[in-house]
């Protein structure tokens, strides 16, 4: 019953290649986030969106592209896959910066 | 270096046990703290928020944050097998937008 919706559930790609992960979200908040997580780690924030403006971790800055054509619609873009892309992509979304974040259920990306 | 650090990483209580899970956070700018839990095959979700020194309660959970060592605890009192689950312990500075997440207490709850 989350309202944060991600597609696909499950991704597979090829080395090299390039991935689009969707997120969308129907509550109308401003800030919507992409976070990268890997067995056993933290939830690595990779980049934000407040509005129109785009925030790219720096560690992460030339790895990850997003863009938000609209409020309700937030992609995750990678150039090219490597190995280590391989992870679980959780989406998320608030009303407003660092209130409650509200994540949908995560793509799974196996990168081959 | 990872800011925020949980432990264990691992909890086993039996039901109807109380379980005690820690977080501490390495940055001394930070002013906010919260719990999501995250069942398996499920998206985290908002567990509780707590932003000033003492304790807050919300039925079997309560959560005590000491705001001088960067510290915060949750407690789950008469644990119930549907309490197990990846409890996220994550932390934010006034003003940004940033929730930075430890790595996360699997807990088990034993029938």
């Known amino acids: 019953d989350t309202t944060v919706k991600q597609n696909p559930r499950y991704k597979l790609a090829r080395v090299g290649k390039p991935v689009n992960l969707i997120c969308s979200q129907t509550?109308?908040?401003?800030?919507m986030y992409w976070y990268q997580k890997k067995p056993n780690q933290a939830p690595k924030l990779l980049l934000f969106?407040?509005?129109?403006?785009?925030?790219r971790e720096a560690d992460t800055f030339e790895k990850f592209q997003s863009s938000r054509p609209n409020n309700s619609f937030c992609s995750l873009y990678i150039g090219s896959a490597g190995l280590e892309y391989s992870a679980m992509y959780l989406c998320?979304?608030?009303?407003?910066?660092?209130?409650?974040?509200?994540f949908g259920s995560g793509t799974r990306l196996t990168v081959l | 270096q990872q800011k925020v650090q949980q432990s264990p990483e691992s909890l086993i209580v039996p039901e109807g046990g109380m379980a005690s899970l820690n977080c501490t956070s390495s940055d001394r700018n930070v002013d906010y703290f919260w719990w999501y839990r995250q069942h398996s095959g499920k998206s985290p979700k908002m567990l509780m928020?707590?932003?000033?020194?003492g304790e807050k309660e919300e039925g079997r959970f309560t959560v005590h944050l000491n705001k001088a060592s960067l510290h915060t605890s949750l407690h789950i009192r008469d644990s119930q097998p549907s309490d197990s689950a990846l409890y996220l312990c994550?932390?934010?500075?006034?003003?940004?937008?940033?929730?930075?997440f430890g790595s996360g207490t699997q807990l088990t709850v034993m029938p």
């Open positions: 928020s707590i932003f000033s020194n």
């Open positions: 994550a932390a934010s500075t006034s003003g940004s937008w940033q929730l930075i």
């Open positions: 969106y407040y509005d129109k403006i785009l925030n």
């Open positions: 998320a979304s608030s009303r407003r910066g660092a209130e409650t974040l509200y």
């Open positions: 509550m109308n908040h401003d800030t």
